[in-house]
């Protein structure tokens, strides 16, 4: 893992202090709350509708055992004992005061974590496949090159007054875990014929109101390069993205009004002016920071058998557990989704149990994942029964991933002033209506968004649910069909919308046709991308229910 | 004219008006030019011999394209006078500096201390620009 040395150190620590003042020229009246906005957004500051929320950057979504517990102590010191893992691999706090806001960035500053950049129109924190590290179908770890983006972009003189927010994703598989087309940019490291490694370039992708995938503008940027076409492809951005209309200021309408080649060419102009200017730190930096990234002590020789005789363990080792590039490892995938809970919470406990069992049984990490849940990336097989009994204990232990109880949604009405409808108390309605079915019905990703900012991914849902407004009353839309990695698609709308319980009756009905249809083998999506549409849309407007 | 507050050069200001990006192309003897969010700058680059100030408006702090249009300037080489004028704000003013702006009108004018402060806040930097100042890989790994 990422190691700060004093220099790192040092930019967090002033970071603190020059928020620390800012806070205090708010606090004594010399900063406007207008002009302090952007600057405690670009501290993952936010005001909500009952308090300030504060984003906690987590870089490509790696932590350390010391930097979980610190998450699970700031929960209890500041907040109400919970956080909330996000879609982004951050984690949030949602009763934060103002006058503390300074204190937790110095906890934080303590275990080498900030806020910066965790909000406003500036590079966001860049996020990474989960796996990383430790999946077998990987080209290298994608972290050093995600950490590089991350010095890159701290602090970017010219990108911080960007049109609108900018989110950054770097996965090396083919298997996209990060829905890395969803992103401003998308960069998937990959090799060529040569053995040389290189950058392929997604550009224009997101989610939001205008749903877009992300086109390839260069399949093969050099490795020593990669910062440089990273920097002409946001200048671009910050000199000619919208910014009249804040709805139509994100890069991906950019890159649709230009047309993919028209911003390429320009892209590539930049980009040849841009390396007479030695920006690209050298390929040294790139090594030093990959040897932090280093395998971990893996033993060799490891018992590979694991004794599936206890029926409820082999069910989650069925559900949340995959193979390791190691063998002898494992990686767990702890679940946030209880039956009936809020998707992505964990309390103070919880937080600092997963803490301890990093510690003792992953090599000291953790991983937050962009569907809200943990990963304790290199588990020893031999390991898995006692971890599962702790997490289970803890109530940890859901066997549910991917499964329609591993809910993505959104802080919806709860939390968000944008929203127009509550995500959470349909996110558990839906997960406890499918409480022990969830095997049976097998892989589908469901996720819910309060509004059309998307935060929680509609769009890209198996099932996506989707609140609007009318005439002021909660409402939701049904989607069918999105999907995210490698076979990304965006759901279509099913018809009319539903109240809070139709809703969850017509999830049930749309998951009735599928059982009824599905071949062998088959998910919901495949038979969905099979049958289409109508036999869906037919059984849930039906006027007599299933 | 809204007074220059802050200046980092040690020439005489220029003293002509600065003249729009338009009439600039037109008028062949004006010596400063005034950038507004929606120019151009690189159409200024082959005039740049005779340029001694540009002004780069920020009619709101939120709209960054005026640093990519100083930097362009002082990438393609522009060594005269580079004035930030308009919403220009504390918090700002590293940045602005970063991207080679060497003098600040702000509209309304600024705590000189708080201003101090924040230009001294960080020690170090982690991208290089047009400033001069290495970055901290240059430092980590002796190429500075
Ligand atoms: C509660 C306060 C929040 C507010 C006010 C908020 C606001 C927004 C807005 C306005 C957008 C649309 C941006 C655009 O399309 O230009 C957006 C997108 C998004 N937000 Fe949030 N959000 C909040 C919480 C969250 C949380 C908790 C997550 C993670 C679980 C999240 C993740 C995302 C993602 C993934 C997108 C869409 C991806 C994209 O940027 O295209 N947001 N958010
Ligand atoms: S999708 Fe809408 S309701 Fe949900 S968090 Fe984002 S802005 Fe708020």
Known sequence: ?546 | MVETQLRFRDDEPAGDPAVTVDSFGEQTNASAVRIEPGDDARVLLPHLDRIRLVEVNFPVFGDGRGYSAARILREAGYAGELRAVGDVLIDQLAFLRRCGFDSFAPEHPLNAADAEAALARYPEVYSPTVDGRPAIWAKRHGLA
């Open chain 1, 1 to 546: 893992m990422y190691k700060y040395d004093s220099y790192d150190q040092a930019m967090v620590d002033a970071r603190v202090a020059e928020f620390r003042d800012q806070v205090r020229r708010r606090l004594d009246g010399s900063l406007a709350e207008e002009q302090f906005r952007p600057l405690r957004l670009m501290n993952g500051l936010y005001l909500q509708l009952h308090a300030y929320m504060l984003r906690v950057a987590v870089p490509y979504g790696t932590l350390n055992s010391a930097q979980m517990t610190m998450l699970g102590d700031i929960a209890d010191k500041y907040d109400r004992g919970y956080g909330h893992f996000t879609t982004r691999q951050n984690i949030q706090y949602n009763w934060i005061k103002l006058e503390e806001a300074p204190d937790i960035l110095a906890d934080l500053a303590k275990v080498e974590m900030h806020a910066i950049q965790t909000s406003g129109n500036c590079i966001r924190n860049t996020t990474s496949d989960q796996y990383a590290g430790a999946i077998a179908d990987e080209v290298v770890d994608p972290r050093p090159y995600a950490e590089l983006i991350r010095q890159w972009s701290t602090f970017h003189p010219e990108f911080s007054f960007l049109p609108r927010k900018f989110k950054m994703a770097v996965i090396a598989s083919d298997t996209d875990r990060a829905a890395m087309r969803l992103h401003d940019i998308g960069i998937q490291i990959v090799r060529n014929d040569a053995g040389e490694l290189g950058a392929a370039f997604y550009v224009g992708g997101g989610m939001g109101r205008t749903p877009m995938i992300a086109p390839c503008i260069n399949a093969f940027v050099p490795i020593d390069q990669m910062i440089t076409y990273s920097e002409a492809c946001l200048r671009v951005y910050n000199r000619h993205g919208r910014r009249d209309n804040k709805y139509k200021a994100r890069i991906k309408i950019l890159v649709h009004e230009l047309g993919k080649d028209e911003y390429t060419r320009q892209v590539e102009a930049e980009f040849a002016h841009l390396l007479t200017q030695n920006i690209e730190p050298p390929l040294a930096e790139l090594e030093r920071i990959k040897a932090q990234f280093a395998d971990p002590p893996f033993e060799i020789a490891l018992d590979e058998t694991v004794d599936r005789s206890d029926p409820d363990f082999a069910v989650w080792l069925d559900n949340n557990v995959q193979v390791h590039k190691a063998p002898g490892y494992a990686i767990v995938t702890i679940s946030l989704k209880p039956v009936g809970g809020i998707p992505g919470d964990a309390s103070a406990d919880q937080i600092r149990l997963m803490a301890r069992l990093a510690k003792r049984y992953s090599f000291d990490e953790l991983r937050v994942t962009h569907a809200q849940n943990i990963v304790l990336p290199h588990v020893r097989k031999a390991d898995l029964h006692a971890v599962w009994q702790q997490l289970d204990e803890a109530g940890l232990g859901t066997p549910n991933l991917d499964k329609i109880g591993d809910i993505i949604a959104c802080p919806g009405l709860d939390y968000c002033s944008l929203a127009n409808a509550r995500s959470i108390p349909v996110a558990q309605k839906i997960s406890e209506r499918f409480a022990g079915r969830e095997q049976e019905i097998g892989e589908l990703k469901l996720k819910i968004s309060g509004c059309i900012n998307a935060c929680g991914h509609h769009h890209a849902g198996h099932i996506g649910i989707l609140g609007v407004d009318r005439k002021g009353v909660e409402n939701y839309q049904l989607l069918l069909g999105g999907s995210e990695g490698a076979d990304t698609s965006l759901g279509t709308i099913t018809g009319p919308g539903f109240n809070e319980e139709g809703i969850v009756d017509a999830v049930e009905k749309a998951t009735s046709v599928y059982l009824a249809n599905r071949q062998d083998g088959e998910r919901f999506l495949d038979t969905y991308r099979r049958i289409g549409m109508a036999p869906f849309k037919d059984a849930i407007y039906a006027k007599d229910a299933v």
